[in-house]
């Protein structure tokens, strides 16, 4: 299954890279243009994936949807973990009324569902890729700092952390010394796993009419302009768009699973 | 005597957080909305309306107060139940929320009865063979399930089975053609109670497409932790002495590792499930069920700050009620489960 994952992911980085380059040399049209193309032309020779209502090239759009998905995606859980390890390395450290008051405060996100908070964030903060990145890190820093904290809790009454301590290490340099390397062997499956999850709900923030401008193609936008075009069978701007998404979301929690053995196991 | 009393404390302490996180949600919202960068104003009118628009619409919401007054202000409406009204049609968003939930919940009851049929027969088949061909395609099924982005897959289902074979309607919740049953909400409810068969069986047409989508794809997760539970029950000591006892495997699984491996399912599922549940309902918006996310949707596509307020408060309050009575509510079956 790791393999699978493995090659799917590789596939989608490399539609990631070649397709703005495709565009730039003229390969492949611009998804954003298509004026001169019929509306809601069935899959062609020349449209291999059919056109959308506005005449744009559905192919295009869904292959430069990955580079945009990718990359939100990556911002958002790269943020997630540089906020969440920290904030339970110390919450963990520190223990007592702090860590409590922390624990409440992560466990109430952590129940909220995850796609009201990002809409509630992406809501205020408008559209953008940095913007949907904050939208979905927040959702995530939660996982990050309970695993982190639960850890953090465990390792620290090891000998060699007191031992550390007698010597007069202090508390940032216990931290950064003996704490972070050890807690962060559970950091990569949920990393993979969130990855996984970020996506999906980038796509609903993009359904809601949230999240990326409407100047860069986006599966979750594009998959809600297809509702309207559903009841009257048009059924080829709702197919691919989707088939991208699902493939990346499986292709992460494939990888995700196959860590999260290997993690196990050993 | 010890278990239960220790039982007691557990649940009132659990019980005594309810509120606390309550309180912690509504003043989170409250925050993300006020103080985030970016300005509600903007959000509604767009950055270049004019200054007296944007003034205007600033005392209305009552921004113009101190944020703390704002805060107390909101904080007292809520607990008074008074979410504020949209700034659309001067509907109060509690009315709105009110209209729309039952929709929801009726969609959301039956979908989990679905899931949890489906969820646990995968599971069955699976380990009945364990790494088998079904097995494998049960595995497959349950990352599947997950992977799948759920109002995509109820287009497709949409498109195949209303729009390509015209079996069941494209969306809404009930044919055009007929009057609602009066009472509460519940449309399958109302009409089984007002004994009208034309609309109960126009409104399970209706519930057939979207019920079974969103049941179909939260089978996932009962049907993996159900997998997982089993795999590890099925080693432990108690397992192999009733084989060793020539007991037939069908016999062991169902009677000694079933009951066990149930509990954990019910907790993952329930806790799951109150998170997932703000995803897969985006299948309203997909079927046009009139429930409370395709409220969400109108009010965001609209810029209706308090509906949007409103409907995330109230439910993520849900979910955080229904996530600790399931907390409690397992304490309480499970005799396993210490509290120290």
Known sequence: MAIWGSWLLGAYLMVALLTPLLIRVGFLPDGQLGLNSPVYAP??????????????????????????????????VTLAVFIGVPVGLFSGYAGGVIDRIMVLIMETLYTVPVLLLSVVIAFVLGRGILNAAIALCVVYIPQYFRVVRNQTGQVKTELYIEAARAMGAGPLWVMRRYLFKNVLTSVPVLLTLNAADAVLVLGGLGFLGLGLPETIPEWGSDLNMALDAVPVGIWWTALYPGIAMFGLVLSLSLLGEALEDLVCGS | MNRSRSLLKYSISRLLLAPVMLWLISTL?????????????????????DYAAREALRVKLGLDASLLTQYFKYLNCLIHGDLGESLNNQEPVRQLISNTLPASIELGVIAIIIAITIGLAV??????????????IGRLFGIGTYAL???????????????????????????PNLIEPEGSGFLIFDSIKTGNLQALLGSIRHIILPASTLGILLSGIFSRSLRLNLDKILTTNYIQAAKSRGIKDRQVILKHAFPNALLPVLTIAGLTIASLIGGALLIEITFSWPGIALGLQDAISQRDYPVVQGIVVIISSLVVTISLLV???IAFIDPRISFN
């Open chain 2, 123 to 136: 599971g069955f088949t699976g380990i009945a063979r364990p790494e088998g061909k079904t097995d494998l």
């Open chain 2, 327 to 329: 907390d409690i509510a």
């Open chain 2, 29 to 49: 919202v409250f925050l993300l909305l006020r103080v985030a960068p970016g300005d509600p104003v903007d959000a509604i009118l767009g950055i270049r309306a």
């Open chain 2, 149 to 175: 982005p759920p109002f995509w897959a109820a287009m497709l289902i949409q498109i195949f089975f209303a729009v390509i074979l015209g079996w069941l309607p494209v969306g809404g919740r009930f044919p």
């Open chain 1, 43 to 76: 899959p062609s020779f020349d449209h291999w994936c059919g056109t959308d209502r506005l005449g744009r090239d559905v192919c295009v759009r869904t292959l430069q949807g990955t580079g945009v998905a990718l990359q939100v995606v990556f911002l958002a």
